[in-house]
């Protein structure tokens, strides 16, 4: 068994990074010429890495799915970006955040990664400000801050409701302008479908030409995927409909090992399902629950009553109303972690208080702080004694400005008018702490294949804190990549370009061709969409929010049965030379329906409750996450072993932080 | 250009406009006299005619040119398209209209411009203008023709004047009102004064 | 009230690939709830479609909320269809009435030329960002963030102007399928930050140099762009890159 080398620089927390870019490899501007990088995906890690590296000199290749890199699903993020700039002097500091994202992570998460990703995080603000990123401010010119789930202080920027959108363009455009100097060469409408290995090393990729349907082969010094999460692998996520875990899959299929797997977030505030028609969950920004707050009924008379829409949630009173989080949770209140707030949601709707006619649905009421923002206003202007429906108006106009495209999204997709009726929400899939596992270079366990952003396991341990995925994707695009990329690249200096002929190459397209043949030959009756949906079911079911034992083990067996089905019965139409959405389909839900199975096992395997990860076998009398430091403080990372997975461990070490059992009371 | 030179013909349309309206003085056009032949003699005067020849034809050959170049651009058409949903009918024919006011302008001209400045080559004497307008304008026909030609007008200083300005960068919230409520005052105020001169010489209410 | 009875007749515009010749066909959907997004209708289509082993309509999505920018579609004669600030992806069919037969296009550019079907490519927007929509520094090259105050009316503006999607549907519902809204929401933002002073004047000629290389038509105002914007970029950008425009021009050596 393979021993997992973190490589974790010597020294003391705080020192580790500093120390480590004062001695890590340089390779001078000649030999950087000379050296390609391919970069998978174009999101924030992708296109940053991209941009930085060819403005370091490297010749750098990206591909994306998308018809433009500027489409990745990182523009979808909402809320914000954490740093600890301490701008609003609430006592911030490096050390918080990072010490935020060990707790809010529930201390399964790599120390050395996660300070380092606090200490650059100040630098990601000022990167993305000098690229013209217009993030929210204040009237005297300074930048604002929002706070956010599971933290004290406000320390997340944002641009409206669109700040990863911002990000995205101002790390696109970098991109872009990287294209038209001729350092970057840009595939749109690619693929990539296997990973090219010489001698041990990742040295290529073999990718399809989405609209020719040609496959052409890559050369690279190093490969990085930065190819996002595997939220979709539940089908209905609030990943984007392409979003997918196939240039992770054949990395790992190819001796990269796939790391706790079965840490995925459930996002506490996405839009209920609506029909069976639904193809994907729509997130409303948890920065709403600064202003909102959760509730469900106290009395099953009043459930009734707005099931069958007797009743408006406005027409229950005060007194029947049970805030369940700001009772449970009286100091973090409507803002605790995600994966708590999504349990107590469950738990209510379990209970059979959910208001909506599937019984799976919260409301997030704003009245309260619209009528607080209405007296603040009306005391600024000097209005005094105003009826409560003017209060309300002018608070109104505080919420618009605050969250007015979420509402205005809320509003299209619903039909329903959120400032005059609370919001019902309820969780969904949203996002995958696991991921490729990486060591503190990100370097994949395959010399020369690197995983940065969500793709890689690294930094928020078994749940993610809102606002903080943006912060990751961009520190390592920026800024650790540029640096620990050296360390690899500079024993590779001597090593020329290999050319495509060779034999790997030629080996990697026909098993890719293969592949492809395989689908088109089973000429089955079910479109994949079935299949996806199916196995969707399996795992939001047996593997979303609350697992057990039981659950899983049928689980495994049920992704197995459905997999087999699959290669039986799919119909892939179209031709493979021509534009065919339904054979990029086909491919990556194959790879989801094996990736399922390992979440699973994962899942089975780790018999403790910790953040996005509840075993219900393992909780508190009050019903929080029991987590066991004694078996589990590991990262699991599995190795692909054909028929199975062979599970390997990186202990980790807490010499800074004092482990405890997470409380937000 | 297109806008520099719309602006430009927006002055002469001021000018022409101003003078022609000197026959409702109903003095038997003395006025108006007056005045047609300080435009007629006037050096100034008849060196901006030529400036004005060129605006016309700068604006002409341009608008040719930016359609040309506009075609080009979307060479299979929709199937179905539905563009009233998004923008006013005028705003999409300023070709269409343009070419029936050059139509216009070329009858125009025939009438009232070419022979004077002919008689004038030849014999150096102005025509009187005054009697030839209530001539011309005799003719139920031509007032109609008349008419059409300041419907188009209309139409056309409707969109021309607010967007020459957006053209030219001119686009601020506190003066858009403005520049949008004098497009509109200008554009009724010269079609109605233009086409009132055929309508009240045929009606004989000018004499 | 939701309804889920819908039935819907579709005119698709089809088209093998670039060099095959298109034509609409017909296609009817029963049971459409008026909760499915217009796209979800496609789906319901196309699954119906594979099954009867018919090639499924190929269309351009991702995100399916609203941001990505990556869908598009000419409906009923408009892009993104009858609402006004919304994507296609957005669109409900609650916005249509049982028994509404519905044409469908893809977006028509000479600088879109259709993939297939309802798929067109846009990388021309992409090569327009190439040319100069970009504040040129380096990572690592910044200053501190509240260094530079940026007033927040001013920073407002930049976002009202970064907004932007880059769907194309400006382009799509110009009748001179220009690009103008595009190009001056990116110019607008930049010119606008002080960060993108230096490169003021550059930029706004590289960019237009290549949206005329691209073969996108000339604005002539008639405003459809605004109207149709998903996310309501204003006309206003275009007169502010008209007057950069013209800056640079008076100022170019």
């Not at chain 1, 200490?119 to 400000?129: K, W």
């Not at chain 3, 879109?112 to 067109?120: A, C, E, G, Q, T």
């Given at each position: 068994?393979?021993?997992?080398?973190?490589?974790?620089?010597?020294?003391p927390?705080?020192?580790?990074w500093?120390?480590?870019?004062?001695?890590?490899?340089?390779?001078?501007?000649?030999?950087?010429?000379?050296?390609?990088?391919?970069?998978?995906?174009s999101?924030?890690?992708?296109?940053?890495?991209?941009?930085?590296?060819a403005?370091?000199?490297?010749?750098?290749?990206?591909?994306?799915?998308?018809?433009?890199?500027?489409?990745?699903?990182s523009?979808?993020?909402?809320?914000?970006?954490?740093?600890?700039?301490?701008?609003?002097?609430?006592?911030?500091?490096?050390?918080?955040?990072?010490?935020?994202?060990?707790?809010?992570?529930?201390?399964?998460?790599?120390?050395?990664?996660?300070?380092?990703?606090a200490?650059?995080?100040?630098?990601?603000?000022?990167?993305?400000?000098?690229q013209?990123?217009?993030?929210?401010?204040?009237?005297g010119?300074?930048l604002?801050?929002?706070?956010?789930?599971?933290?004290?202080?406000q320390?997340t920027?944002?641009?409206?409701?669109?700040?990863?959108?911002?990000?995205?363009?101002?790390?696109?455009?970098?991109?872009?302008?990287?294209?038209g100097?001729?350092?970057?060469?840009?595939?749109s409408?690619?693929?990539m479908?296997?990973?090219?290995?010489?001698?041990?090393?990742?040295?290529?990729?073999?990718?399809?030409?989405?609209?020719?349907?040609?496959?052409?082969?890559?050369?690279?010094?190093?490969?990085?995927?930065?190819?996002g999460?595997?939220g979709n692998?539940?089908?209905?996520?609030?990943?984007?409909?392409?979003?997918?875990?196939?240039?992770?899959?054949?990395?790992?299929?190819?001796?990269?090992?796939?790391a706790n797997?079965?840490?995925?977030?459930?996002?506490?505030?996405?839009?209920?399902?609506?029909?069976?028609?639904?193809?994907k969950?729509?997130?409303?920004?948890e920065?709403?629950?600064?202003?909102?707050?959760?509730?469900?009924p106290?009395k099953?008379e009043?459930?009734?009553?707005?099931?069958?829409k007797?009743?408006?949630?406005?027409q229950?009173?005060?007194?029947?109303?049970?805030?369940?989080?700001?009772?449970?949770?009286?100091?973090?209140?409507?803002?605790?972690?995600?994966?708590?707030?999504?349990?107590?949601?469950?738990?209510?709707?379990?209970?059979?208080?959910?208001?909506?006619?599937?019984?799976e649905?919260?409301?997030?009421?704003f009245?309260?702080?619209?009528?607080?923002?209405?007296?603040?206003?009306?005391?600024?202007?000097?209005?005094?004694?105003?009826?409560?429906?003017?209060?309300?108006?002018?608070?109104?106009?505080?919420?618009?400005?605050?969250?007015?495209?979420?509402?205005?999204?809320?509003k299209?997709?619903?039909g329903?008018?959120?400032?005059?009726?609370p919001?019902?929400?309820?969780?969904?899939?949203?996002?995958?702490?696991?991921?490729l596992?990486?060591?503190?270079?990100?370097?994949?366990?395959?010399?020369?294949?690197?995983?940065?952003?969500?793709a890689?396991?690294?930094?928020?341990g078994?749940?993610?804190?809102g606002?903080?995925?943006?912060?990751?994707?961009?520190?390592?695009?920026?800024?650790?990549?540029?640096?620990t990329?050296?360390?690899?690249?500079?024993?590779e200096?001597?090593?020329?370009?290999?050319?495509?002929?060779?034999?790997?190459?030629?080996?990697?397209?026909?098993s890719?061709?293969?592949?492809?043949d395989?689908?088109?030959?089973?000429k089955?009756?079910?479109?994949?969409?079935?299949?996806?949906?199916?196995?969707?079911?399996?795992?939001?079911?047996?593997?979303?929010?609350?697992?057990?034992?039981?659950?899983?083990?049928?689980?495994?067996?049920?992704?197995?049965?459905?997999?087999?089905?699959?290669?039986?019965?799919?119909?892939?139409?179209?031709?493979?030379d021509?534009?065919?959405?339904?054979?990029?389909?086909?491919?990556?839900?194959?790879?989801?329906?094996e990736?399922g199975?390992?979440?699973?096992?994962?899942?089975?395997?780790?018999?403790e409750?910790?953040?996005g990860?509840?075993?219900?076998?393992?909780q508190?009398?009050?019903?929080?996450?029991?987590?066991?430091d004694?078996?589990?403080?590991?990262?699991?990372a599995?190795?692909?072993?054909?028929?199975?997975?062979?599970?390997?461990?990186?202990?980790?070490?807490f010499?800074?932080?004092?482990?405890?059992?997470?409380?937000?009371? | 250009m297109?806008?520099?030179?719309?602006?430009?013909?927006?002055?002469?349309?001021?000018?022409?406009?101003?003078i022609?309206?000197?026959?409702?003085?109903?003095?038997?056009?003395?006025t108006?006299?007056?005045?047609?032949?300080?435009?007629?003699?006037n050096?100034?005067?008849?060196?901006?005619?030529?400036?004005?020849?060129a605006?016309?034809?700068?604006?002409?050959?341009?608008?040719?040119?930016i359609?040309?170049?506009?075609?080009?651009a979307?060479?299979?058409?929709?199937?179905?398209?539905?563009?009233?949903?998004?923008?006013?009918?005028?705003?999409?024919s300023?070709?269409?209209?343009?070419?029936?006011i050059?139509?216009?302008?070329?009858?125009?001209?025939a009438?009232?411009?070419?022979?004077?400045?002919?008689?004038?080559?030849?014999t150096?004497?102005?025509?009187n203008?005054?009697?030839?307008?209530?001539?011309?304008?005799?003719?139920?026909?031509?007032?109609?023709?008349?008419v059409?030609?300041?419907?188009?007008?209309?139409?056309?200083?409707?969109q021309g004047?607010?967007?020459?300005?957006?053209?030219?960068g001119?686009?601020?919230?506190?003066?858009?009102?403005?520049?949008?409520?004098v497009?509109?005052?200008?554009s009724?105020i010269?079609?109605?004064?233009?086409?009132?001169?055929?309508i009240?010489?045929?009606?004989?209410?000018?004499? | 009230?939701?309804?889920n009875?819908?039935?819907i007749?579709?005119k698709?515009?089809?088209?093998?690939n670039?060099?095959?010749?298109?034509?609409l066909?017909?296609?009817?959907?029963?049971?459409?709830?008026?909760?499915?997004?217009?796209?979800?209708?496609?789906?319901?289509?196309?699954?119906?479609?594979?099954?009867?082993?018919?090639?499924?309509?190929a269309?351009?999505?991702?995100?399916?909320?609203?941001?990505?920018g990556?869908?598009?579609?000419?409906?009923?004669?408009?892009?993104?269809?009858?609402?006004?600030?919304v994507?296609?992806?957005?669109?409900?069919?609650?916005?249509?009435?049982?028994?509404?037969?519905?044409?469908?296009?893809?977006?028509?550019?000479?600088a879109?030329?259709?993939?297939?079907?309802?798929?067109?490519d846009?990388?021309?927007?992409?090569?327009?960002?190439?040319?100069?929509?970009?504040?040129?520094?380096?990572?690592g090259?910044?200053?501190?963030?509240?260094?530079?105050p940026?007033?927040?009316?001013?920073?407002?503006?930049?976002?009202?102007?970064a907004?932007?999607?880059?769907?194309?549907?400006?382009?799509?519902?110009?009748?001179?399928?220009?690009a103008?809204?595009f190009?001056?929401?990116?110019?607008?933002?930049?010119?606008?930050?002080?960060?993108?002073?230096?490169?003021?004047?550059?930029?706004?000629?590289?960019?237009?140099?290549?949206?005329?290389?691209e073969?996108?038509g000339?604005c002539?105002?008639?405003?459809?762009?605004?109207?149709e914007?998903?996310?309501?970029?204003?006309?206003?950008?275009?007169?502010?890159?008209?007057?950069?425009?013209?800056?640079?021009?008076?100022?170019?050596?």
């Open positions: 068994m393979a021993t997992l080398d973190s490589k974790i620089p010597e020294g927390v705080e020192k580790k500093t120390n480590y870019k004062s001695h890590v490899h340089l390779i001078n501007p000649a030999n950087k010429r000379n050296l390609e990088v391919i970069v998978i995906g999101g924030l890690a992708g296109a940053s890495a991209a941009a930085s590296l403005e370091l000199g490297y010749k750098v290749k990206v591909f994306c799915f998308q018809d433009s890199p500027r489409r990745a699903h523009i979808a993020a909402q809320g914000g970006i954490n740093a600890a700039k301490n701008y609003q002097n609430d006592g911030d500091s490096d050390y918080r955040l990072f010490y935020d994202t060990v707790k809010g992570g529930d201390y399964r998460s790599r120390e050395a990664n996660v300070y380092r990703l200490e650059v995080s100040a630098n990601i603000i000022d990167q993305c400000v000098a013209g990123v217009p993030f929210a401010r204040e009237y010119g300074m604002s801050n929002r706070s956010f789930g599971g933290v004290l202080v320390r920027f944002y641009a409206a409701g669109q700040t990863g959108q911002q990000l995205l363009l101002g790390a696109y455009s970098a991109l872009e302008r990287q294209v100097m001729g350092a970057v060469q840009m595939y409408r690619h693929e479908l296997e990973l090219v290995m010489i001698d041990g090393k990742c040295r290529g990729i073999i990718a399809r030409d989405l609209v020719s349907g040609k496959l052409e082969r890559h050369f690279g010094h190093a490969v990085l995927l930065c190819s999460g595997y692998v539940f089908f209905l996520s609030t990943n984007a409909m392409g979003s997918n875990v196939t240039a992770a899959w054949k990395a790992h299929k190819q001796g990269a090992y796939f797997p079965c840490y995925t977030q459930i996002h506490p505030t996405c839009i209920p399902v609506s029909g069976h028609h639904q193809s969950l729509t997130l409303m920004s920065s709403l629950r600064n202003d909102g707050r959760i509730w469900v106290k099953k009043d459930v009734e009553a707005l099931r069958k007797q009743k408006k949630a406005s229950i009173p005060e007194e029947d109303r049970d805030y369940y989080l700001e009772r449970r949770y009286p100091a973090f209140g409507n803002l605790v972690p995600r994966d708590v707030a999504s349990r107590a949601a469950k738990e209510r709707c379990d209970a059979g208080f959910g208001v909506n006619a599937t019984g649905a919260v409301f997030l009421d009245t309260t702080n619209t009528r607080r923002y209405g007296n603040i206003e009306a005391t600024k202007h000097g209005h005094h004694n105003l009826p409560d429906a003017e209060i309300m108006e002018l608070g109104r106009g505080v919420i618009k400005e605050k969250y007015g495209n979420l509402f205005d999204m809320y299209q997709i619903t329903v008018d959120p400032y005059q009726e919001m019902q929400i309820y969780p969904a899939v949203h996002y995958t702490m696991g991921g596992w990486v060591d503190y270079n990100l370097m994949t366990t395959v010399p020369g294949l690197y995983a940065l952003g969500e890689n396991f690294s930094d928020h078994a749940n993610r804190l606002a903080s995925a943006l912060m990751q994707g961009l520190a390592d695009g920026y800024f650790v990549i540029p640096y990329i050296g360390d690899y690249l500079s024993t200096i001597r090593t020329k370009a290999i050319s495509t002929d060779h034999e790997a190459f030629a080996q990697a397209e026909k890719v061709q293969e592949k492809i395989k689908l088109f030959a089973v089955g009756t079910q479109p994949v969409d079935y299949f996806h949906r199916e196995l969707g079911k399996i795992m939001w079911e047996k593997c979303g929010m609350a697992r057990n034992a039981k659950g899983l083990q049928e689980a495994i067996s049920e992704i197995q049965k459905l997999r087999e089905a699959f290669w039986k019965d799919v119909r892939v139409t179209g031709e493979k021509e534009f065919n959405p339904e054979l990029e389909k086909a491919g990556r839900v194959a790879d989801f329906l990736l199975e390992l979440v699973c096992k994962d899942a089975l395997d780790r018999n409750s910790c953040g990860h509840f075993r219900e076998e393992y508190t009398e009050e019903g929080e996450a029991l987590r066991d004694e078996k589990y403080n590991y990262v699991a599995w190795e692909y072993k054909g028929a199975d997975w062979e599970l390997h461990k990186e202990e980790l070490k010499e800074n932080i004092k482990i405890a059992q997470r409380s937000y009371k | 297109m806008a520099l030179t719309g602006l430009f013909l927006i002055t002469f349309l001021i000018v022409h406009a101003g022609n309206a000197m026959i409702f003085f109903n003095d038997g056009g003395e108006f006299a007056h005045w047609a032949h300080f435009m007629g003699t050096l100034i005067i008849r060196t901006m005619e030529l400036v004005l020849v605006g016309f034809v700068v604006h002409i050959v341009d608008a040719l040119l359609t040309k170049h506009n075609k080009a979307r060479p299979v058409q929709y199937a179905y398209s539905n563009p009233n949903a998004n923008s006013t009918w005028y705003s999409r300023m070709g269409l209209l343009g070419t029936i050059l139509l216009f302008l070329i009858i125009h001209a009438h009232f411009w070419i022979p004077n400045r002919y008689n004038q080559f030849t150096g004497e102005e025509l203008l005054f009697t030839r307008m209530q001539d011309t304008f005799s003719h139920w026909y031509v007032v109609v023709i008349y059409a030609g300041c419907f188009s007008l209309f139409w056309h200083l409707m004047f607010k967007t020459a300005f957006q053209t030219l001119i686009n601020h919230p506190k003066y858009n009102p403005l520049i949008k409520n497009g509109i005052a200008f009724v010269i079609s109605v004064l233009f086409a009132s001169m055929p009240s010489m045929f009606f004989n209410l000018v004499h | 009230m939701s309804e009875n819908m039935k007749t579709l698709v515009w089809r088209q093998r670039n060099k095959a010749k298109g034509a066909e017909t296609y009817k959907v029963d049971e459409v709830s008026s909760d499915m997004s217009f796209l979800e209708m496609f789906d319901v289509l196309n699954d119906k479609l594979i099954r009867e082993g018919k090639d499924p309509i269309f351009d999505h991702d995100c399916r909320e609203g941001i990505c990556m869908c598009s579609m000419y409906i009923n004669g408009q892009p993104h269809g009858p609402l006004q600030g994507t296609t992806c957005q669109l409900h069919m609650r916005s249509f009435k049982d028994g509404d037969t519905i044409v469908v296009e893809p977006w028509r550019a000479k879109f030329p259709v993939i297939k079907d309802l798929v067109v846009r990388s021309a927007f992409d090569r327009i960002i190439a040319a100069g929509g970009f504040i040129s520094v380096n990572t090259n910044a200053q501190d963030a509240n260094a530079l940026i007033s927040k009316e001013l920073a407002d503006r930049a976002f009202a102007a907004a932007c999607i880059g769907c194309g549907a400006c382009v799509a519902a110009c009748k001179n399928s220009s103008m809204l190009v001056s929401a990116k110019v607008t933002q930049l010119s606008l930050l002080p960060q993108g002073e230096p490169e003021r004047q550059s930029r706004v000629l590289d960019m237009a140099a290549q949206m005329d290389a073969g996108f000339s002539t105002n008639t405003g459809a762009c605004e109207a914007c998903p996310k309501g970029i204003s006309v206003s950008n275009i007169a502010h890159m008209n007057r950069e425009f013209f800056a640079a021009e008076l100022n170019k050596k």
